[in-house]
């Protein structure tokens, strides 16, 4: 793809005609970029791609194995422990960022987008990742930070360093409200920062704010500039180049903002940093994300494999998330939030969401997750303090027996919980320090994986000093302990995995809610075929005797043989008569 350079989009651009001109310009680029076998390409597809049957396994490479003893994981950590993700039925990980940064937002503040990190290794590191997971069937998912880069990329610098820079543009920079030759006034609007505070940073030297949603490091690039695609495009191909299955795609959802600068609307309350709360109407969810989601599919689509694209899509319901689809030329697997953030086990609420989603209009695979790395733990937001492990083996039902694309979080198998800081002086993440003691920040759900029940949890070298401290659930919560374990919750996402696999029901099946008013019971069928398989989840701390009438369904079984049951159970019982205990999770044959 070529581009020729267009007039900036500066503040002389915000008149209507510049806007629509870039519009223009977009809408031709994102039309040439999808030339007539690409369109083919990623609007027809098989129902047999990887990814419709795969389990994505989400690795913060920092918190994932040390190699070489420093206290910090690394790309030659995560080689070594590929034959666990094999064994334990894992076919594809997503790496959050490995790429150079000065490590403001540990990685997502990306100073060269070509290149590894020292801290993680070197290339070939990444290159030999690459092939020894193929050689296992596990698949390699890259981050694609696009909404922003760190002010210390080469790009940024440039762009700051004169207002005629050839890459000024390549950034958002605006005048301030009521600036002098001896004050930098107001930012230019109210926008704010999803960290906290402005939007806006006034930078000294050219005397004009630059924009960033997040932190005052992380400068947004400037969509609207033709430039920024090509050279965006340029770091897709690289990595394709390179091996990688795909992407998941950061903060996709804040690519535009209004040229027209309009203050967002304010809503009652404030934030944990003090700020007002505010709703991001006018710089989130603009049209022409999904010009780009059609751009980057059409780049990806140029290589084989059937490449998949997972967004970051916080979407406010199933019909924005829905969007993101597109006409089957955007995203095969936006992340659905709704389902993630329930946070409450409420039978009523996951059918409900499970419903929409289900009946989404575009017919698109979904894509489940109840942890990552911005999120705290399921099994601390799930448990009720007494049931807690008996509650993460039910999460792990409802994530691995419904219909789509589950993405598991390093640990989640072995319930890894939330471990705060106790101090603010140990504190890493940014925010943390900035909203202590309301909000500590995300260190807690980034603590090293527990692989043994030694002091440095198998992580590190013996007196390493991890980056983050091993948390003290480690001595019992870990993979050498609960691999012995036929009851953990280890052992109960290893076999969930494997049935995923070996059961056709579960893995091709439509899924079909059943007992709509049931207050307790999260119920529903998996078929393919002649194949049915029920799934019964008690999401309640009552012991429940149900009675399942299949028939009403089609389906003419009336006895169950369990296929895995927590607490677990043995031998064919009637549909008609089925005891769960609190927090029961049945996944069981229909015969």
Known sequence: MHWTRTIPFSALSLSLGAGALFAASLTAHAQAASTPSARQASTETSGNEWWRHAVIY?????????SNGDGIGDLKGVTERLDYLKNLGIDAIWLTPIYPSPGVDYGYDISNYTAIDPTYGTMDDFNNLVAEAKKRGIRILMDYVINHTSDQNPWFIESRSSRTNPKRDWYIWRDGKGETATSKGQPPNNWQSWFGGSAWQWDEKTRQYYYHYFYVQQPDLNWRNPEVHKAMDGVLDLWMQRGVAGFRIDAVSRLFEDPNLHDDPYLPGRNAYGDRNIQHKYTDDLPEVHDVLKEVRAVVDRYPGDPVLVTEADEPNVQALTKMYGNGDEVQLPMD????????????????????????????????????????????????????????????????????????????????????PARIEDVHDPIGRRGWPKDKGRDGERTPMQWNGQPDAGFTQAGVKPWLPIPPSAATYNVATESKDPDSIYNAYKRLLSLRKTNPALRDGVQTTIDNNDPDIFAFLRRDGDATVLVALNMSAKQRTVAFDLSKYGVSGTRLTPLYASPSQAGMQPAGHVDLAPFAALVAQVE
């Open 58 to 66: 989400e690795i913060y490479p920092r918190s994932f194995q040390d």
């Open 337 to 420: 939030f709704q389902i993630a953030d329930v946070n409450e086990l409420s039978a009523p609420r996951f059918r409900e969401l499970f419903n929409q989603i289900e009946s989404n209009t575009a017919h698109g695979q979904p894509e489940f997750f109840f942890s990552n790395h911005d999120q705290r733990r399921q099994w601390d937001r799930y448990g009720d303090g007494k049931h807690n492990d008996e509650i993460a083996k039910l999460m792990a039902v409802l994530e691995l027996a419904t219909r789509g694309t589950p993405q598991m979080y390093y640990g989640e198998e072995l319930g890894m919980r939330t471990t705060d």
